[in-house]
């Protein structure tokens, strides 16, 4: 809304310093420090009534260190990362853009499903909270809108280099020409990237097409299930790395930041021409969702960090996790995600490598056994001895490297 505003103030009267609201990197800055600022006052507020509201968390006892000390906390704390991520992109995001769109129906329509679940442990007496079938019915909902948005909306393009011998002959012939006279027309498509693969490139409608040409009108349903694969995942491997002080949310943070330098250089025509990577019109624009989300969720890791005051429940974790796969998607770096969301993959893998041996091993010697002390793979390290405040340090710096290599695929491919 401030956009706007600023807008009009320099159009119609050449308000000083009106200009700055039309540079990106200026509204992100602002987007990071408003979030940050909303959730670090604001969030004691948030958490003083959430304890008035008795939502305290329920802890069983699974015999981990510290664990009885943690009754009691308030819960539904991702209250606390929504509305300081959602404050500051309605206030200087152009809210027309379909990526903004998209993001703000992702964290509204998952913080929904994560405030539910959570209403219900906590209002219902129900340990088990929404039931499952539920949460992934909304999780393929949003996966259906997600999916079909970005394969038919007239504002979803991508742009192509051109032929490297035209590119040479206008480089030949005007050595100073414009970045984007090196790129072909906007055009709709299903690309997108794989990393450390030369000529990084594939097309969705290649999996069907190798049929028949003729399949290609029907991309748009592979594009879609995949989009619905990736969100329920990334939502989940978030969910389940919810699970001590602080862990969810830096780990969080770091790859956001990251998915954040790919939505610039993306949205960026002459980075795009010089890194040689596919250039998305209009994608540039989700850096301010990104800044403000990075800058709330640092703000409730003030509270969160080990003793933590609160946790995000799942209102939180469910609507990190959306809002990473969509982002993911929208800048076509969706492969990535094994690479950039690792610690979300470990933790994701150790539980159905913990449940699936325990079930084989029992159905074949009458008792079941495990590969890990316990899953997720976090509370494994707290078995066997680790402080959770180291475990959450060593796991952000795993997730750190993961996000370096994940930046270096720009170059390595």
Request: net charge positive.
């Amino acid at each position: 809304m401030l956009y706007y505003l600023f807008e009009y103030l320099e159009e119609q009267f050449q308000f000083p310093g009106a200009t700055l609201f039309g540079f990106l990197t200026f509204r992100a800055a602002l987007a990071m420090i408003l979030a940050l600022l909303f959730s670090t006052i604001f969030g004691k507020r948030i958490i003083r009534f959430l304890l008035k509201q008795q939502v305290g968390e329920t802890i069983r006892d699974l015999g981990l260190a510290g664990q009885k000390e943690k009754a009691g906390t308030p819960t539904m704390g991702g209250i606390i990362i929504i509305l300081a991520t959602l404050i500051p992109v309605l206030l200087l995001a152009k809210l027309e853009n379909i990526y903004i769109i998209l993001l703000i129906v992702t964290t509204l329509w998952m913080g929904t499903i994560g405030f539910i679940d959570d209403y219900i442990k906590k209002f219902k007496n129900d340990k088990e909270g929404l039931k499952g079938r539920f949460k992934v019915l909304g999780q393929v909902g949003l996966g259906l809108i997600v999916g079909a948005t970005l394969f038919f909306h007239q504002d979803v393009t991508m742009k192509e280099k051109l032929p490297i011998e035209q590119q040479r002959i206008l480089l030949a012939e005007n050595p100073d020409i414009a970045a984007s006279k090196l790129f072909k027309d906007e055009v709709k498509s299903t690309k997108t990237t794989i990393p450390f693969v030369k000529g990084n490139e594939f097309d969705y409608a290649d999996l069907i097409t190798w049929i028949n040409p003729d399949l290609k009108k029907y991309a748009w349903i592979v594009f879609i299930l995949i989009s619905i694969f990736i969100i329920t995942g990334v939502s989940n491997g978030a969910n389940l790395t919810d699970g001590i002080d602080g862990l969810a949310a830096g780990t969080s943070a770091i790859i956001v930041l990251t998915l954040g330098i790919f939505a610039w250089v993306s949205g960026n025509i002459i980075f795009s021409e010089y890194l040689n990577i596919m250039y998305i019109p209009r994608v540039e624009e989700i850096t301010i969702y990104i800044a403000a989300f990075v800058g709330a969720l640092i703000g409730f890791l003030w509270y969160n960090t080990y003793p933590a005051q609160v946790f995000m429940g799942d209102t939180g974790s469910l609507t990190i996790g959306g809002i990473i796969a969509v982002i993911a998607i929208a800048v076509r770096k969706e492969w990535l995600i094994p690479v950039l969301c690792g610690i979300f993959v470990a933790e994701n893998v150790s539980v159905i490598m913990q449940v699936s041996w325990f079930k084989y091993t029992k159905k074949k010697y009458g008792e079941g056994r495990r590969i890990f002390k316990m899953s997720p793979l976090h509370h494994h390290y707290q078995k066997s001895g680790y402080h959770e405040s180291k475990i959450v340090t060593r796991f952000w710096i795993v997730g750190i490297l993961l996000a370096i290599l994940s930046i270096v695929t720009l170059k390595i491919r």
